[in-house]
């Protein structure tokens, strides 16, 4: 085929997709190019706007490195992420709510003793994180995994900071009862990198770069799908209009006061502490639930 014009390219180039390796890749590329030459089709870009869009995809892929994913953070700002996220995780109606992992996450986060303090004090006011980890079933799931990373309370990761510096940002394992509690500090809400091309593009689109305040939280159990989420402060700003739509009612706290004493977790309290607190419910993994 040829003469190639703006009706016809279409089936042309799904036509050169039969002999694509799988049925999935067959799938996936003939749906991504008819969505993208309608799209072209739709908004008819001069060259000038063609150029502009590669160019921010070729600035995309230059802002990557070690510690910021900008592909993701241009995920994340279209909503993409929370799409893949919500498609993946149809769970059942007592397990805890998934959100987007975020660019920040590090794998092999130091782990720590249950009682630890993952912060310096110098990163802002103390704040106690506790909780438990059970499955849908109502077990306690002992010896759980729980990733748990946050800002400080200048709305900065560890790994903006220093790389070689863990702050932040901890793995602890539940006791024989499921619980859990480390020592934080409270999170302030911040911005996403924005001295990029998705700051570029969230500033044409007129939008702030801003998330509200918040902690993540990986939580694994075997047998258990693993739990990805975060949990929003009751009083911060921007949860209604969170830059990469993560927020969902049931994943928002108001911070407690924990009196000197033993919490119902079992933290020891030396003096009066802001507290976030939550019993995370994992859903039995696939394999284990269709046995």
Not at 56 to 68: I, P, Y
Not at 249 to 275: F, M, N, S
Request: hydrophobic share 40%; proline share 6%; net charge negative.
């Amino acid at each position: 085929m040829r003469n190639f014009n703006e009706t016809n390219i279409i089936t042309a180039v799904i036509g050169r997709l039969e002999n694509c390796r799988t049925p999935r890749a067959k799938v996936i590329s003939t749906a991504l190019v008819r969505h993208l030459h309608d799209f072209v089709r739709e908004v008819e870009p001069t060259q000038a706007e063609w150029e502009q869009a590669i160019d921010f995809l070729t600035g995309t892929g230059h802002m990557c490195n070690a510690t910021r994913q900008e592909f993701i953070l241009l995920s994340d700002a279209l909503g993409v992420s929370m799409l893949v996220d919500a498609i993946n995780h149809r769970l059942p109606g007592t397990a805890t709510e998934t959100t987007v992992l975020g660019p920040f996450y590090v794998q092999h986060a130091p782990e720590v003793a249950i009682g630890s303090r993952i912060c310096d004090l110098a990163e802002g006011p103390s704040m106690l994180v506790e909780g438990s980890v059970r499955s849908v079933s109502g077990k306690a799931l002992a010896n759980a995994s729980v990733d748990i990373w946050h800002a400080d309370a200048a709305g900065f990761y560890d790994v903006q900071k220093d790389e070689a510096k863990p702050s932040g940002r901890a793995r602890v394992r539940t006791d024989a009862d499921g619980r859990f509690w480390v020592y934080g500090v409270v999170p302030a809400a911040y911005p996403i990198p924005n001295n990029g091309p998705v700051g570029q593009m969230l500033e044409a689109q007129g939008r702030h770069p801003f998330r509200p305040a918040h902690v993540h939280f990986m939580v694994a159990a075997p047998s258990h799908e693993t739990l990805v989420t975060h949990l929003f402060l009751a009083d911060s700003d921007y949860l209604d209009s969170d830059v990469v739509f993560g927020v969902k009612d049931t994943l928002i706290e108001a911070l407690d006061v924990a009196q000197p004493g033993i919490t119902p977790y079992g933290a020891v309290v030396e003096d009066a502490v802001p507290v976030l607190r939550r019993d995370f419910v994992l859903a039995e993994s696939l394999t284990q639930t269709s046995r």
